[in-house]
């Protein structure tokens, strides 16, 4: 046995030393997709809400041996101590695995996970478990393991232990690592991998050099004693890290309770026609009066104008925001109602109802004014806000938790209303909203590649034309194709086909109880021409929480006499506390199969990455990231109509379980894509509830503060 355990173990006995490290040192990814050493790990994860793309050139064949080829690797940390990956390990990248001159080529699609032990102080040591190869069919790299670490001034010591079937022995007993980070952009590695002693060195380029947009390392493993590798060679790997999204909330600053107030308890509705009482403890008075030393001058004039000049000002400011369809009213109570549509913060609502209250706060002054705020889509209400004007001025200006009624749908107008304007501004219909984003269909690490892909560029065109009602045109131009997507060739079926792929028109009706419908109608493209009818029926609890969605179809095809059909219903529920969101459908799916899918969507701001298991004809478990691909603020709505990018596009990757062999799964558990759908064009992807605005008041504040 290699002399580098023992001194690991005896290293270990100073888990009680306190560590004199200031801050966590860097983590490294290795090359077998964990956050580790180079063969070995560590008790470390990869950072919630942060994503990892790597490559390196050492590959574990089989097993077996270390030859030069390809691995690549996409990590993310899904939650604080939980990272996943998935990995490709490859001799070649576009070599034809059926051909005789390719035999023994290994071509391996397998997803990893690395779970860290909470509880434990971090003073003490980090542990954690994890495997490789989970679940998957025709395993080549199944590995279970156990490890902890231990920081110490600038070095990691890690020792662990591993069960796999490799026949090197490698990760196949107990194992362990040295890391030695002397500087931020550098560092040493020594392990034994329980089979032999490697060395890497890592050379980090920083963020700041890079826009701010991550950090890129480069790894030289330079030394192995392994008697397992085809030649000494150098084998080398690339890294690229980056946070998934800048609106992830651990990136706000924590909004403070505000224990001076009494808050109203959400059970009854408020009633804008009457001044809403607070009971003011003599702590509030002071920090009243304390708000107040910190108004501007600006809103020491504007107090001492009349309400109606406010809220006419308050309009034309909504105007140049970019806002449609508002309509904004007043009373003697006194009170503000705004009702609006969001068509810029196209991302996300949040932002679109922190910018109008906190327009509210600086524009409203009068006092004892309350407000009332109505989002709406196409003149459906979707979510109202209740508040006092001065207590949410106090969350803008001391950042001190608000008291809002927040409630899912329409509320009744209060009596006595006078509108500013006959009529609403900003008229949202006959104005063409087109959007675009790339439309992708793939394939990972088959025989015939390691990746091959159909590309094209895809603009969508809406007219809303009524309310609840307009016309989408989805058209796209095939920029690209691998020669395996190319016409006449093995995923023709796959590829992706320039023109019209959608022309549809829909309409939406709000119901009694939350529940909302969309139906449409028109063409749709699904390899063959289908004309169809797609109807959804959603219910959303009160507090947005659960939300039990239908969804039927049914299609004719264009140029044969059959029709096709699908049936699927599904119950979503948002855990908005920890930015997660679970799904599970069940039903006949689009390619006639039946069964059931599950999904967890980890959310870091409006991004997400999903894990996900379906079992319809096969079972099968994959993993999908979703990122804006458009600016948090789009440009507004102008008389020739609105370019924007596609705020929520979806990528997956997928492999068969449970099975001898991982023969390619296609459209099984799968519902097709539309651009307008209940879910995310009028229920902003779940997010539209009094849970998610709870949770991430941060944000409503910071909304306003970046935009106004």
């Known amino acids: 046995m290699s002399k580098l355990l023992p001194l690991l173990a005896s290293g270990f006995v100073a888990v009680a030393v306190p560590s004199f490290a200031e801050e966590p040192l860097k983590t490294y990814r290795n090359f077998t997709g964990f956050t580790g050493l180079i063969n070995t790990t560590n008790a470390e994860v990869l950072e919630s809400g942060s994503v990892d793309i790597s490559h390196n050139n050492m590959l574990d064949f089989r097993g077996k041996e270390y030859v030069d080829g390809h691995n690549f690797a996409f990590s993310a940390g899904l939650f604080d101590g939980l990272e996943v990956t998935g990995f490709i390990a490859s001799n070649t990248i576009h070599d034809n ?74 990760m196949n007993g107990t194992f362990g690592g040295i890391e030695w980070v002397p500087l931020d952009w550098f560092a040493l590695q020594v392990e034994h991998d329980a089979e032999a002693v490697n060395a890497a060195a890592r050379l980090t380029v920083p963020k700041e050099w890079l826009f701010d947009l991550g950090e890129l390392t480069f790894t030289s493993r330079f030394y192995s004693n392994t008697d397992y590798s085809e030649n000494d060679s150098t084998y080398y790997g690339v890294n690229f890290t980056m946070p998934l999204s800048s609106q992830a909330r651990k990136n706000y600053k924590e909004i403070k309770p505000a224990p001076a107030l009494v808050v109203a308890k959400n059970s009854e509705p408020s009633d804008l026609s009457k001044p809403r009482k607070f009971e003011v403890a003599q702590a509030a008075v002071s920090a009243a009066s304390q708000n107040n030393t910190h108004i501007s001058e600006k809103n020491s004039t504007k107090s001492k104008v009349s309400l109606s000049s406010q809220v006419h000002r308050l309009k034309l400011a909504l105007i140049e925001d970019g806002f449609e369809n508002i ?14 549509e969001n068509r810029v913060f196209n991302r996300n609502d949040i932002d679109a109802l922190g910018v109008v209250m906190g327009r509210i706060s600086e524009f409203v002054t009068q006092e004892h004014t309350r407000f009332l705020v109505q989002l709406e889509k196409s003149d459906i209400g979707l979510l109202n806000i209740q508040g006092s004007v001065e207590n949410y001025r106090q969350f803008v200006v001391e950042g001190t938790s608000p008291d809002l009624d927040i409630r899912q749908g329409d509320v009744a107008t209060p009596s006595g209303m006078m509108w500013v304007g006959n009529t609403a501004e900003q008229s949202p219909y006959f104005l063409p909203r087109v959007s675009f984003s790339p439309a992708l269909s793939s394939t990972y690490a088959t025989e015939l590649g390691v990746y091959d892909f159909s590309l094209a560029l895809r603009a969508d065109v809406e007219v809303p034309l009524w309310k609840g009602a307009g016309v989408n045109v989805t058209m796209q131009k095939v920029v690209a194709n691998t020669d395996d997507f190319e016409k006449g060739d093995s995923f023709e079926g796959r590829r992706l086909k320039g023109g019209v792929d959608q022309a549809v028109f829909y309409q939406a009706v709000e119901l009694p109880f939350n529940i ?69 459908s069940m039903g006949k799916f689009w390619g006639l199969d039946k069964g059931v899918k599950v999904e967890s969507r980890f959310w870091f701001g409006d991004s997400y990455i999903a894990v996900y298991a379906a079992e319809t004809v096969a079972q099968q478990v994959g993993i999908a990231f979703s990122i804006p691909l458009s600016p948090r603020k789009d440009m507004a709505v102008t008389p020739f109509g609105q370019v924007k990018g596609n705020e929520a596009w979806r990528h997956s990757v997928s492999t068969r379980i449970g099975e001898s062999h991982n023969a390619l799964v296609s459209k099984q558990a799968y519902v097709p894509y539309t651009r307008i759908n209940m879910s995310r064009t009028f229920l902003n992807q779940g997010r539209n509830s009094s849970s998610y605005v709870y949770a991430n008041l941060a944000r409503l504040r910071e909304a306003y503060l970046t935009f106004k």
């Open 516 to 584: 909302y419908n969309l139906t449409q109608v028109g063409l749709f493209r699904e390899y063959y021409d289908y004309y169809g009818v797609i109807n959804e029926t959603t219910w959303v609890s009160p507090d947005g929480r659960h939300q039990v969605s239908a969804n039927i179809g049914k299609f004719e095809y264009q140029d044969y006499d059959f029709t096709r059909d699908y049936y699927v219903g599904e119950y979503q529920f948002n855990w908005s506390e920890q930015d997660i969101t679970l799904h599970a």
């Open 97 to 170: 695995l059926f051909s005789a001159e390719t035999d023994g080529q290994v071509r391996d699609l397998s997803f990893n996970a690395k779970y860290q032990i909470p509880f434990i102080p971090r003073e003490w040591f980090s542990a954690a478990i994890g495997s490789k190869d989970v679940g998957g069919a025709a395993n080549q790299y199944r590995t279970h393991f156990a490890v902890a670490s231990k920081e110490l001034w600038n070095f990691r010591f890690s020792l662990g232990v591993a069960k796999s079937d490799h026949a090197t022995g490698m």
């Open 327 to 340: 309509s904004i009213g007043f009373n003697q109570t006194p009170s503000v109602v705004v009702k609006f």
